[in-house]
Nanobody, 116 residues
């Protein structure tokens, strides 16, 4: 079973940047379309960005032009570069397969807080 560990979150001011990492335990990770999800307090989990095994990407409209999803299959790692952060980006960020129905066990996520 593949395990994932998210890291890289923190507290940042509006307009700042963070780079999140998702480390997978097994190399089979490279075969899957992967995604970053986020869940803000009191809200449903939201799909933020996806990346196929070949590197094709897609983003929710609210983050287009600001976030970049990438992956390094040799290192079993996925990334989310977040620029021009806004308070509404505040959430716990998770990584998993897309769709998550076929995914891994959820990790603990990493907290991103955007605040003055």
């Amino acid at each position: 079973q593949v395990q994932v560990v998210e890291s890289g979150g923190g507290l940042v001011q509006p307009g700042g940047s963070l780079r999140l990492s998702c480390a997978a335990s097994e190399s089979i990770f490279r075969l899957f379309t992967m995604a970053w999800y986020r869940q803000a307090p009191g809200k449903q989990r939201e799909l933020v960005a996806t990346i196929t095994s070949g590197g094709d990407t897609d983003y929710v409209d609210s983050v287009k032009g600001r976030f970049t999803i990438s992956r390094d299959n040799a290192e079993n790692t996925m990334y989310l570069q977040m620029n021009s952060l806004k308070p509404e980006d505040t959430a716990v960020y998770y990584c998993n397969r897309n769709p998550s129905t076929y995914g891994f066990a959820w990790g603990q996520g990493t907290q991103v807080t955007v605040s003055s």
